[in-house]
């Protein structure tokens, strides 16, 4: 019994120590229709990207934005009339490649990549053999040398490498095993996949575990009838090594969305909200995730593994002349460690982490403490805040970590406070929590018969 109340009592604790993430649309940030991508060097360091088009008028412009303190100041470095930047991608501070659509009536570049030298100030076409991709949809910085870059979506399918940054680049033809490529991620030199759909537009991932030499079917959605119109694996997310999740854009009913625990061997279909136009995705760990994209829905949100959604409000801004208060168009996610995202939409976003502190007990007595202990009807639980507390919460829970009483103390002045708790619960024993914006604390109290 004592092992099964401490391992009860751990796993109060974890709860209780959990993050809370919010996003927030950052408030100097370009906007757009939509940013189809967005990279981070560093997390101060990153780059933007918008071809700013209305699927009603498709005027097009190409823009290319860079911030150097985390979002809170943005430069514009290109507006292009003729380009459709599509993706980004940086090895260091000043070597990185953008990835134009190409080959659409509208526009009249049909450069597939490009590179700077310079941070993104001045950018020239990218030293590609030939043939080369028509155009380049996703881009992989591997290491500072090797750089992957994949198109498109629609086909022709191929990809082109380098290793030695950009100095020389190897063509793929993957025609054989894809219809089109999305984009893709690495783990390592050897390691990584790439997303699109299949010859048969279905969703599609390849994986090669020897730098591109070969590559390998890890997942390829079974026939169906009738057959979807179209399906693409858009995006990856990994939030560990064995643990990731794949967007499947899909125009059918039955939308769903990509698994894997064993570090993408395999991977599991588990659904999704119907008729979602699925495309960016992104965990901040192996529990907590989102995926977006969707015209006319809201971004979603998972806290246990993709068992269920709900919507984040958090995401949207109005973005004249648009002014579009429900598709949000997140069209990509980046992490930068396990307390660091940004997404790219509508505008910028950025994840903030409010992380609970959780005092030692030993090392705070008269902290919180309730006598009697154990009780039958009713104890006094003291607490001591410190300055700056509020938003106060005392809660109890019972042994299977059901909240059975709470209450909302408020802002209290600093110093030791009183409450009477009078039971009404059975026999047991039970943990208490005092809570604010500044800590959590939890102990112990047993009710007798």
Known sequence: MKHKLLHTFCLLSSVFCNAQYTWQALPTAPQSYRFDDMFFLTPKMGWAINPNYDSLNPIQYGRIFKTNDGGNTWQKLIDSANTFYRSIGFADSLTGWVGNLADIP???????????????????????????????????????????????????????????????????????????????????????????????????????????????????????????????????????????????????????????????????????????????????????????????LPTYKTTDGGDTWSV??????????????????????????????????NTIYKLQVNTTRVIELQKQEGTLSNYPNPFKDKTTIHYYLPAGANNTMLEVYNITGENVFSKNIGQQSAGGHDFVFNTGLSAGLYFYSLSSNEFRLTKQMVIIQ
């Open 106 to 296: 509208y526009i009249s570049d049909t450069i597939p990549l490009y590179q700077t030298n310079d941070g993104g100030h001045t950018w020239f076409p990218a030293n590609l053999p030939y043939p080369h991709p028509a155009g380049i949809c996703g881009i992989s910085v591997v290491t500072d040398s090797i750089v992957y870059a994949y198109g498109r979506f629609y086909g022709p399918a191929a990809y082109v490498k380098t290793t030695d940054k950009g100095a020389t680049w190897i063509y793929k033809d993957m025609s054989s095993f894809a219809g089109g490529l999305v984009d893709g991620y690495f783990f390592n030199n050897d390691t990584g996949f790439i997303t699109g759909k299949s010859v048969s537009n279905t969703a599609l991932i390849l994986s090669t575990f020897d730098g591109g030499t070969s590559w390998q079917v890890a997942y390829n959605t079974p026939n169906q009838s009738p057959e979807p119109y179209y399906e693409y694996v858009w995006k990856l997310s990994f939030p560990s090594r064995d643990t990731g999740y794949a967007s499947v854009e899909s125009f059918d009913s039955a939308t769903y969305f990509l698994k894997t625990t064993d570090g993408g061997l395999t991977w599991t279909k588990k659904p999704f909200i119907p008729y979602y136009d699925e495309e960016g995705c992104g965990f901040i760990n192996n529990s907590t995730g989102w995926i977006g994209g969707d015209y006319n």
């Open 312 to 345: 984040d409000s958090s995401f949207g801004v109005l973005t004249p002349p648009y002014e579009d208060t429900t598709g949000f168009m997140i069209n990509r996610f980046r992490r930068l460690g396990d307390s660091l995202m940004y997404a790219s939409g």
